[in-house]
Structure formats: structure tokens, C-alpha cells
């Protein structure tokens, strides 16, 4: 059987798992691609670094040369996070003639363009299904199976840590902080979790995506976004008790033409599919022209999924399906938008709204008019009695009806400039 | 920008979806090909009969020499439903050197290898994602997304009339007849619904995922099926009282290396993914050994999804990636199988059964007795008191824990020959 040398660069916790699946389950991916796949290289920084991996005698080295420098090593699995070295060291794969295959999602999203122009300046491919959602094949849908559609909005958990954290404060009934500490003793969030929890993983995730399905030009920077790591176990309890439950999500969706795009904690009602992703999950809702709704979901991270993504993109990269992807579809460039964002201000929804207020006469009328004069019509509203220990303030619960992101913006600003009102506010988007 | 002329043979439902994604949006799969799709040429058997499609001028004949001898057709659409002339036109297409998209599942599930043999001597390529599950990209997600991992499992629904009419039943409170009456109604069934609820048209798509996802060399007829369509409504409600739905599940599972394979009615636990499918919808839950489980959900027939699956692999098609997977992956043939189908009576799992029997003593411990002879263990019992106008027949409803088909199969044709024992008795699998 013809056999492609493949190597790898980056042995952390992927980087094993896809030495594990070339290296044990050989026949697999010869089965699947015609070929074997043979690992001739392996290069990381540091050889004396202990791994969880076996790797066959001589195959592993601190020398990018030895991959670089053997013109039969065709395809690269680029397993390295950060920015740098990782953007340096693609460059150096690419511009040596190697196709390359990565899961670096920040590194995409950061300097994709320039990435990806170079790749087609150099006639050569850069695969990256593992970059978004890990085990779900979200990108090749989008790229390729969904090609015959307009996508029309994309609805997505992309990070399984915070996804992780909001299923255990609602199930077990306990804080952020305690929720978060339950996720890194179990490996689920990493030493410092700020990217997971801040939104940036998301939002760099959700970049990609949309560069795919709208020809988007955004940097992930300008996507509005905010993160779990404020959220309140109050708010939690007020969704359950309207139907809901708050969800990290992602939106990309097209508006008169514009593209809507956003991160942020979510009221998304109960019995919806992306309400019922539990645990460490990733799920992505996809509406095309054609297709209708098309809902996966999977792990969304972890060793194995992520590895099963960067193998498949590297047999689609030996049997030669990325290249022709890659130079049919524009996928991703410096060039032109094919679409425009939309104005933050300008996207609309419906809101929850939350307000720490005095409890005396008249507060609920001064509220009501700061909505009203912003054009907010109010859908309900929860007051409960204040508890014994607390009787001077009270949580005021308001759900509105269609309303922009500008409108209940300047809403909350004027209300929580009230001198009834404490600070606390909280406002965020919901999702029937 | 290049031109790839492609054309469609059969211009039904499916049919006229692909004419208008082709002729309508021209722009949009130019941008996904990287060349324009030109649809030269749409072949039917009666150009008289009224469409609900308007075609340019001169683009419509009854002659299929104006495909076959066209040199610059290099791919077409083969929407022709049943077996013949369809088998015989397909043959015609690949003979001619052109390259064949379908959505005919029947066709492929019982000539499948006889097809896929020729196509590949002639070194030409069938496409048919539209054949399994519509619009969710199922073909290319095991064909292709999910290369690197041995496939586990797949338990799907994938009949949108059969879930329609099992949903109908379970929300209005309505009899299997009334549900697939207002199934017909409403366009989801059609006036012959036979190979829709009878469990055939679900065999045919499990049978094409199982030679894809295992290698295995099924012919449809020999998968153990059942349909719906001797659905009793009382076993809905015991079900719901056990906290399940039944629905209509495609199962193909390796157990100790041998291939579990079968389509019945079955009690799926509320909460779970499958037990979520709500109408006409399609899913399919996938586990791979690295990837872990994957779940898809969408519309599994229509119109539109459908062509949208079919304008995808024509996309792929024409731009050269169907050629390289067909090429690569061995494809169905009649070639040795991977896997040996498991003894239907040595697969397991837990069983739901229904047995009506006269209200007297004794009748309880002889049931209970057989099934103990049979290496049964009950898990629970639901036997409520009998209504005042039928005091003499009660049913008596068992859950098994784990046993085999073959043992509760024996068991229930003996308990069916107890005196005590009416006709009517009832066995289903259970899917936790």
C-alpha cells in the first residue's frame, strides 16, 4: 500500500492523541485514505519533557528542520497554542512546502488572513476542523455540505468550560466560583480559565465560523462579547423560574443583510435544543435557506475528539479533498467582506433585565417610564416579597418584548442612575 | 469563471428543488465551486406533465441521448425514484462517463454494490448524501469528518412520516390510523405509506450506513425490522408512564466484534437526544471510539433539504473531492465484509412487554414463571385495575432488565399459550 510520511509538531495533550491514533490504528486510516499514514517525524521544544505517549525510537526531536528539510513529508499536524511561536512556525511549514493541519483557533483567528493568503500564494492548504467544537464536524458542514445553502444564522456553544461551569451551578445549586473550582479539579477548566470564561475562546471561535458561512472580514476583537465569569446565581434562579436557562452563547446571524454577531450569557428557553447541551458539550444550530435547521452536537474538546478532527483532516489533505476545498472556496482572506456587521446597537431581541431597587412606592413607575420612553414594551415581571433580612432592597425581574441592544442599553444606564435603584443591574439576551 | 455544464434526469419534488438551487442561485454555488454549475439539459419521461418549476427554453426533453452524448456533461442528478428504469438509467449515465449524484436510497439499498462496482471500473463516482437522512450531511460525517475513528455505534431515526405519526399519536392523544391520516393531510405521508411505516424505507438507509460506517455487506431485506403501523396507542401511554417514547430506531451497534443490526419500535427514555425528535425530523446518534458521541438533527426529507444535499455532492462532485473519497474509501462492493452480522436472537437489551390476561389468581406467577425459565429478570410491573366494562382482561405490563431477543421472544410464544393469555401480546426493545 502507498504510504504519505505525515509528522507532527506540538506533543501536548493533542498532539499525543494524534500520535496515539497514526501510530496504533495505522489500518484505520489506510482503510479510510487509501494509504498508510506513516509518522516519520515528530518535533516538539523540549525532547526531556516527560509525555504520555510512546513514541517509536528516533522519531521525536527539538529540530523543525527535520520536517522541513524532508521533502517527503507532505502534510504537518501544527499542534502548538499561543500566537508565537505557532504563527512563525506555520509560515516555516508552509513556505517549505508542507500542507498543515492545525487546532490553533486563537492562532486563526488572530492572523488567519495572512495565513491563509500565504498558503495560496505557496499553492499550499491549511486545514483546521479541529479549531471549532472539537469532534463535531461543523467546518466540513459549512465548507462543503451545506454549500448549496445561504446560511441564514448559526446558534453555537463553543466552550465546554463554561458550558461545564453553568451546568453545574444549576444543577448542583452552587456559585460561579464554587462551579469553576469543580471544573478545574476535574479537568474540565485550565490553571488560569480567563479566556474560557471571558468569552474570548468563544468569540474567536465564532470569527472563524463566520468568515465560512458569510464571507465575514470580522476580528474576533470586534465581536461584542461577554463572559460567564460575572454572572449571578440569582439570575440562574430567575430563568428557571421563567422557562429558561443561561447559556454561553455565539450568534452570527444575517438581518436585512447585515451580519448580527455576538458572545454573551443567554436566556435560552428550556426544551430548545442548545437549552438541553449539559456538561462539558459543544453544539452548534445552523439555519440555512435550503436545508432549514440542521442542530449538531459533541465534545466539544478533550484529547481524543480533538484528535479524531486532526486526523480526518489529515487524510483530507494526503488524498488531496483540502487542497481542492481550500482553492475553490475563498476561505478566508485579506480580500473583501461579502457582508457587513451589523451596529451592536442596531441588533434586537428580547432582554432580561434585572434591577436591585428600594423597596417604597413609585420605584416600579419610574422603571416603567425609563423602559417606555426608550420604546421597551415589558413581556412579564417578577417582584417576590423581600426576604425578612433584607427588606429595604428587592430584586425586580423584567422580561421585554422585541427590543434592540441600544435601547436596553440606555434603558439600564437611566435606570441605574435612579436613586431607587442599586448597583447590581443586570441585563442579558434571550433566546426562545 | 469556468463553466461545468451538469444536468437532471427525473424532475419530481427532489427535482425541481435541485432546477432552482442550480438556476436560481447560480452566484452562490459558483462561490462554493469556484466555477459555475450550468444546468444544460433536465431529462423526464413525460415532458407534457404540469411542474411546479419554470425552465428555460429547450432545457427540457424526454431524451436521455441528449445527456449521455453530450461530452461536456460531466456529472448529473439522478432523481428518479423506484428501482427500473432507474437502475437502468444510472447504468446509462456511468456507462456514458458521466459522473452520478442520487437521493434514490431503494435504488442503492438493493443494488448498491452491483452500481458502486461499475462506477468504479469505469473510473467514475456515485454521490448520495440525499439518499440517508435529507438534509443532515450524515454521508460525509462517516464517510469522511469521522475517518479517524472505528465507529461504535449508530442508533437514528430516519423516517420523518413514521416520527410525524408516532409524535401525532403522543401529543394529540390519537390512534395510529388518525395520525397517519393527518400525516397524509398535511403532505408528510404519502397516499401509499406502506415502506414509509412497515420499517422498509428505514432498513434501506440503515442498510447504506452500515456499509459505510462498518463495512459491512447487508442486504436491507435480511435487517430484522419492524415498523409502526401495528402500533397499539395503549402501549404510548404505558410507555409514558415509564418515562419513554416510543419511536421508529435504526440501530447498528458492534458488540464483542460482530455487527448488532435491526429497525423496531422502541422505547427510547424521555430526556435523552433521540427521545427529543420531535415530527418530521431526522437524527442520527453516532459514537466513534476516539471522537465519543456525536448527535445530528434536521429535516430528513422535503423538498429543499434534500436538494440541498444533492446540490452539495454535485458541488463536490464537479470540483473533484467526490472522485478522491470514492477513490479512496472503498465504497460498498460486493467485495468481503469487514464484519459479520450478529444472530439477531443473540442481540440484547432491555424489553418492554404487554401481555392481556384474564384477571384471575395464579395468572401473574405463571408469566412470571416462564420468564424466570427464560433467564428474564423483571425490572418493574404496571398492572392497574381493570375497567369497569372489560373486568375480565387486564394488561399486564413488564420491563425486563438486560436479555436477549431469542429469550424474550421464546418467552412471550410461551406465555402467548397460556390459557389465561389473550391475543395481543406486545415486545419491544428499550433504549436507555
Known amino acids: ?30 482503510r479510510h485514505a487509501g494509504r498508510t499514514l506513516w509518522l516519520e517525524q515528530v518535533v516538539v521544544r523540549d525532547v526531556t519533557k516527560p509525555r504520555d505517549c510512546e513514541l517509536p525510537e528516533g522519531l521525536l526531536s527539538a529540530d523543525l528542520a527535520r520536517i522541513t528539510s524532508d521533502p517527503e513529508i507532505t502534510a504537518v499536524a501544527h ?46 492548504s491549511i486545514a483546521f476542523e479541529a479549531s471549532v467544537a472539537g469532534g463535531i464536524p461543523i467546518i466540513a458542514a459549512i465548507s462543503q455540505c451545506l454549500s448549496a445553502n445561504q446560511i441564514l444564522s448559526l446558534n453555537a456553544i463553543l466552550n465546554g468550560t463554561s458550558n461545564f461551569v453553568l451546568t453545574q451551578m ?42 465560512l458561512a458569510f464571507g465575514a472580514r470580522v476580528h474576533w476583537r470586534d465581536i461584542p462579547r461577554q463572559g460567564i465569569d460575572t454572572l449571578d446565581f440569582a439570575d440562574m434562579m430567575y430563568a428557571k423560574e421563567l422557562g429558561y436557562r443561561i447559556k454561553l452563547l455565539a450568534v452570527a446571524e444575517l438581518v436585512n443583510g447585515d451580519l448580527e454577531l455576538h458572545v454573551s450569557p443567554t436566556l435560552v428557553r428550556c426544551g430548545t435544543p442548545l437549552a438541553e447541551v449539559r456538561s462539558a458539550y459543544n453544539a452548534i444550530s445552523v439555519v440555512g435557506d435550503a436545508v ?12 481524543m475528539p480533538t484528535a479524531s478532527a486532526v486526523v480526518a483532516d489529515l487524510i483530507d489533505t494526503v488524498v488531496g479533498r483540502t487542497a481542492i476545498t481550500f482553492r475553490t472556496l475563498e476561505l478566508w482572506s485579506q480580500r473583501e467582506a461579502l ?52 427588606r429595604d432592597v428587592v430584586p425586580l425581574v423584567i422580561m421585554t418584548h422585541h427590543a434592540t441592544e441600544g435601547a436596553t442599553r440606555r434603558a439600564k444606564e437611566e435606570i441605574d442612575r435612579l436613586p431607587a435603584v442599586r448597583p447590581g443591574s443586570v441585563r442579558m439576551r434571550v433566546r426562545d
Chains 1, 2 share one sequence.
Open 170 to 211: 444549576e444543577e448542583q445549586g452552587i456559585s460561579y466560583a464554587e462551579a469553576l473550582a469543580a471544573a478545574q479539579r476535574r479537568g474540565y477548566a485550565e490553571a488560569d480559565p480567563t479566556m474560557d470564561v471571558d468569552g474570548t475562546d468563544t468569540a474567536q471561535k465564532l470569527a472563524i465560523l463566520a468568515h
Open 1 to 30: 500500500m502507498e504510504k504519505t510520511k505525515v509528522a507532527i509538531v506540538g506533543l501536548g495533550t493533542v498532539g499525543s492523541g494524534v500520535a496515539k491514533l497514526l501510530l496504533d490504528y495505522g489500518d484505520r486510516t489506510a
Open 339 to 390: 457582508v457587513a456587521s451589523r451596529e451592536h446597537d442596531r441588533t434586537a431581541g428580547r432582554f432580561y433585565m434585572r434591577f436591585q431597587v428600594a423597596d417604597r412606592p413609585g420605584v416600579m413607575s419610574e422603571i416603567t417610564g425609563v423602559l417606555g420612553r426608550q420604546g421597551i414594551s415589558i413581556a412579564s415581571v417578577i417582584q417576590h416579597e423581600a426576604a425578612e433580612t433584607d
Open 292 to 303: 432549514g435547521r440542521v442542530f449538531f452536537h459533541g465534545l466539544g474538546a478533550g484529547q
Open 79 to 124: 499542534l502548538l497554542g499561543g500566537l508565537e511561536p505557532a504563527r512563525t512556525i506555520m509560515l516555516a511549514l508552509l513556505e517549505s512546502g508542507k500542507d498543515v493541519v492545525t487546532a490553533n483557533k486563537a492562532l486563526l483567528a488572530e492572523h488567519g488572513p495572512e495565513l491563509f493568503d500565504r498558503a495560496r500564494e505557496l499553492g499550499r
